[in-house]
T-cell receptor, first 113, second 115 residues
């Protein structure tokens, strides 16, 4: 069964600190893995997209890693800001069914001052 | 670039009425559009996929006669919730993908509340 699992479910950190969010998937055949940021009451915004041949990709203070062998990915946020408070969703795209997306449940991050 | 808009951003309607939500790709041609539903503290769930000019493909368990989808042009798709009931209250999000592209660009969502 195609599944995407994220951990932790929620996380609270102090402003300025770093954090790492985890994603494990069992999606096959795999096309690409994406990380999205979703603010409350808004649609998801893409942070990174990685194909199976990419190990890491950065977007500002966000760095995503991918290990296609172990089917694990992580999103590292550096020097967190209050505006980073949001839900972070790991999404894996199937190579078939028109690149259908399989969504994780998300990690809710709250950055405190 | 790659902006997707939705209208309205929120709507309140009475039980039994129908509501139409619009999804527009503002700066690209969206050959495929997707409609998702998201309940509180849950992730997005795909409802249907629509390709311009053809009938939408609905996910298992989604009533096609209740959720009418029209994708009449390369920049506009509409979702009509017919005979809405309180259990249809949810956050509806569309996304759009251009021809040959892999990225889906999401709209800001529409909050539907049925009283």
């Amino acid at each position: 069964k195609n599944q995407v699992e994220q951990s932790p479910q929620s996380l609270i950190i102090l402003e300025g600190k770093n954090c790492t969010l985890q994603c494990n998937y069992t999606v096959s055949p795999f096309s690409n893995l994406r990380w999205y940021k979703q603010d409350t009451g808004r649609g998801p915004v893409s942070l990174t997209i990685m194909t199976f041949s990419e190990n890491t990709k950065s977007n500002g203070r966000y760095t995503a890693t991918l290990d296609a062998d172990t089917k694990q990915s992580s999103l590292h946020i550096t020097a967190s800001q209050l505006s980073d408070s949001a839900s972070y969703i790991c999404v894996v795209s199937l190579m078939e069914y028109g690149n259908k997306l399989v969504f994780g449940a998300g990690t809710i991050l709250r950055v405190k001052s | 670039g790659a902006v997707v808009s939705q209208h309205p951003s929120w709507v309140i309607c009475k039980s039994g009425t129908s509501v139409k939500i619009e999804c527009r790709s503002l700066d690209f041609q969206a050959t495929t559009m997707f409609w998702y539903r998201q309940f509180p503290k849950q992730s997005l769930m795909l409802m249907a996929t629509s390709n311009e000019g053809s009938k939408a493909t609905y996910e298992q368990g989604v009533e096609k006669d209740k959720f009418l989808i029209n994708h009449a042009s390369l920049t506009l798709s509409t979702l009509t919730v017919t005979s809405a009931h309180p259990e249809d209250s949810s956050f509806y999000i569309c996304s759009a993908r251009d021809l040959g592209g892999i990225e889906q660009y999401f709209g800001p969502g529409t909050r539907l509340t049925v009283t």
